[in-house]
C-alpha cells in the first residue's frame, strides 16, 4: 500500500472514528497527524483481530473482495485489521447496500414509504391488544410513544428493534458500513450502491398490511420472552470471530422464532436480495470494476448466500479469514 494511502487511513483513524457524523452528514477534519501517533495507528490496525466475513472473489484475472458487516455495533469494534482494510484500499471502489450516511435521503424516504397517510396514526391501524403490548415494550425502551405514531406497522417493528439493540449497548452509529464509508472518502474512492433506500424501504413497504401486523406481534413476543439479550450477544459473538456457520445457525433461528414471517423474511429479504445482488457483482466485474463489497454478514452464508452464488458462476472465493 503506498504511503499516501497508508497516511490518509492513519489519519482517519486518528480521528477518533466515533460514526457519529453518519447523524449530521458531515466528515470531521483530518487532524495533524505525528510520526509517532502514526506508528501507534498502523499498530492497532496490525493488532486487531479479523472480524466480520472477509472473502476474495476471482474470475477472467479480476479480483474484488466481500465483507460481512453488521449493522450496530460499538466503538470497541474498530480499527478493523489492516488486511481489511489494504484491501478496500487496492478496490476501485466501495459497494454498500445503500449509503445511510446520506441523510437527506434516508429521510425523503422514510416520508415515501413508511410514513401513514395523515391524519391516520400507528394506534388506529392496530388491534387494542396489539397496541397496548407496543405501548408496554415502548415504555421499557424509553422509546417515546408518540414518536412511532406517523409509521405504518413495519416501521414501527424496525424502530422497536433498534431500540431493543440500544438498550444493549449497541448503536447503528456504529455499523460498520459507516467505517467503510468514511475511508473511502478519506481515499476519494467511490461509494456505490448495490440496492439503495428506495429498493429496501419498497421491500417493506410491500408486506401486506394483515401481514405487517402479523410482524409487528411477532416481534413484541420476542421482546416479551426477553430472549434478545442471548440471541444478540450470540450474533456479534459469531461476527467477531469470523464464523460463518454459526451466524447461519442464528439466522436459522431467528426464522424459528418468527414462523409466521419465516417465509417471507427468507425469500424477499435473503434468497431475493441475494440473486439480485450476485448478479450486480458479477455485471460489475464483467465491466472491468474491481470492487470492495460490505453488505450484511448474513448475505454471506448458506447455500443462498453470495459466496455459493458467485462459486455457481464460476468465480473462485477464497476465504481470507479461514
Not at 478496500?88 to 445503500?98: N, P
Not at 402479523?214 to 450470540?234: F, H, N, P, S
Not at 448475505?299 to 473462485?316: I, K, S
Request: charged share 20%; proline share 7%; hydrophobic share 45%.
Amino acid at each position: 500500500m503506498s504511503k499516501r494511502i497508508t497516511r490518509l487511513l492513519l489519519i482517519l483513524l486518528l480521528a477518533g472514528w466515533q460514526g457519529v457524523w453518519a447523524e449530521s452528514g458531515l466528515t470531521p477534519a483530518a487532524p495533524a497527524v505525528t510520526e509517532a501517533a502514526a506508528a501507534d495507528a498502523l499498530r492497532q490496525m496490525q493488532a486487531a483481530p479479523p472480524r466480520g466475513l472477509l472473502y476474495a472473489i476471482s474470475k477472467n484475472g479480476q479480483t474484488a473482495y466481500l465483507f460481512g458487516t453488521i449493522h450496530v455495533g460499538k466503538a470497541s469494534f474498530f480499527p478493523l485489521d489492516l488486511a481489511t482494510t489494504q484491501a478496500l484500499a487496492q478496490s476501485s471502489e466501495l459497494m454498500v447496500e445503500l449509503d445511510a450516511s446520506q441523510i437527506d435521503k434516508m429521510q425523503a424516504g422514510l416520508q415515501r414509504y413508511a410514513a401513514l397517510p395523515p391524519p391516520q396514526t400507528l394506534d388506529s391501524t392496530l388491534p387494542p391488544a396489539l397496541m397496548q403490548r407496543l405501548h408496554t415494550q415502548l415504555d421499557a425502551l424509553d422509546i417515546p410513544r408518540e414518536s412511532v405514531q406517523p409509521w405504518k406497522p413495519w416501521m414501527a417493528t424496525l424502530t422497536l428493534t433498534v431500540g431493543a439493540l440500544k438498550k444493549l449497548g449497541y448503536g447503528f452509529e456504529y455499523a460498520t458500513e459507516f467505517y467503510f464509508i468514511a475511508i473511502a472518502n478519506a481515499l476519494h474512492k467511490p461509494v456505490a450502491e448495490l440496492e439503495g433506500i428506495d429498493y429496501q424501504f419498497q421491500l417493506f413497504d410491500s408486506i401486506p398490511p394483515q401481514d405487517q401486523l402479523v410482524y409487528l406481534d411477532e416481534t413484541l413476543g420476542y421482546l416479551e420472552k426477553d430472549d434478545m439479550q442471548v440471541d444478540t450477544q450470540a450474533l456479534i459473538a459469531a461476527w467477531l470471530a469470523h464464523d460463518p456457520v454459526a451466524l447461519q445457525q442464528l439466522t436459522l433461528k431467528s426464522f424459528e422464532d418468527t414462523p409466521r414471517s419465516a417465509n417471507w423474511m427468507k425469500q424477499k429479504l435473503f434468497t431475493e436480495r441475494n440473486q439480485r445482488m450476485a448478479d450486480k457483482i458479477d455485471q460489475m466485474l464483467s465491466d472491468g470494476h474491481t470492487p470492495f463489497v460490505a453488505v450484511g454478514a448474513l448475505h454471506l452464508t448458506g447455500n443462498d448466500g453470495l459466496p455459493a452464488l458467485l462459486t455457481q458462476r464460476g468465480y473462485r472465493i477464497i476465504n481470507c479469514y479461514p
